[in-house]
């Protein structure tokens, strides 16, 4: 079986008067652009663990999420694409809806278990696969080192520095690996997490249990609009605005959370005039068919 992951993900400006008054530049790496399903932090997440399951002769991927979790889809798609078997453990109760649709189209057979036994995630795989050989663990979200190690990349394939990065926040995976990559690179560039879920500031200690080396960032926890997948009529009007002006399509879990904090931060001058800021677009956009009625 080959692995081959090479892909190609552009950067684009933003065009605001927002930030032509201040003296600023936005732009955004568009890794939703990777993959129709495996796209974003996903396909750089699951890079190294998919070939470190090969080297382990391993062909069966399990791993988990919630109902509408992008994690899962990629997953599934993911070990179409490359030829192995794939098992989604899923919090909560059965449910049938258009992520999981696809999930099962892609081949994944999907187990279903209660909030609290899904906390002890090492505990259900060996409780279900510890018995199989051929079975490969992967945390919720892709989080591992090899994750990060996917991530880092992305530093490598810009063609010019910026003084911000900014990213959405899950796991800390993502944060973690960009921080990596800044540090790998010797940029004087300033990294930002903007945390998708309530009293995120616990993620700098994930984030911290990543890095190569302590570095400093910022992490803006003013933007979780309620928390994970919770959403306003503030951010819903700002997506639509920002999709229908750039074309771009993003989602109201994490992309349009990270881009909502950086026009706000904007606006309230946190920036210095000629600074360049880019945005990473983390893909999953398939988390917007769990919130069709939000629109």
């Known amino acids: 079986m080959q692995i081959d992951l090479e892909f190609y993900s552009p950067v684009q400006q933003i065009h605001e008067k927002l930030f032509d008054e201040q003296g600023l ?31 382990q002769n391993k062909t069966h991927l399990v791993t988990f999420g919630g109902a509408y979790s992008n994690h899962l889809l990629a997953t599934a798609a993911a070990a179409a694409k490359f030829g192995f078997k794939a098992t989604g453990i899923v919090r909560g109760e059965v449910v049938n809806n258009d992520t999981l649709f696809l999930c099962r189209l892609y081949g994944m057979n999907l187990l279903f278990t209660d909030r609290e036994s899904y906390r002890d995630k090492p505990a259900l795989f060996t409780q279900y696969f510890g018995n199989d050989a051929d079975a490969y663990f992967i945390d919720e979200g892709g989080a591992s080192v090899l994750g990060t190690q996917g991530v880092s990349e992305l530093i490598g394939e810009l063609a010019e520095t910026y003084d911000h990065i900014f990213s959405a926040c899950g796991t800390g995976t993502t944060a973690a690996g960009i921080i990596n990559g800044i540090s790998d690179a010797k940029l004087s560039t300033y990294f930002h997490g903007v945390p998708v879920l309530k009293n995120g500031e616990f993620l700098r200690t994930d984030i911290d249990a990543y890095l190569n080396n302590p570095a400093e960032y910022d992490l803006h926890t003013d933007y979780h609009f309620g928390g994970y997948a919770k959403t306003n009529e503030a951010l819903i009007s700002f997506i639509k605005n920002f999709t229908s002006s750039t074309g771009i399509l993003v989602d109201p879990v994490y992309t349009g959370k990270m881009l909502y904090a950086i026009y706000d931060l904007a606006g309230k001058n946190h920036f210095k005039p000629g600074d360049k800021i ?18």
């Open 25 to 55: 530049k936005l732009f955004i790496k568009r890794d939703d652009l990777i993959d129709p399903i495996i796209s974003g932090n996903k396909w750089r997440k699951l890079k190294y663990v998919l070939r470190d399951a090969l080297s």
């Open 278 to 295: 880019l945005a990473v677009h983390t893909g999953g956009i398939w988390g917007l068919l769990g919130m069709k009625e939000k629109f």
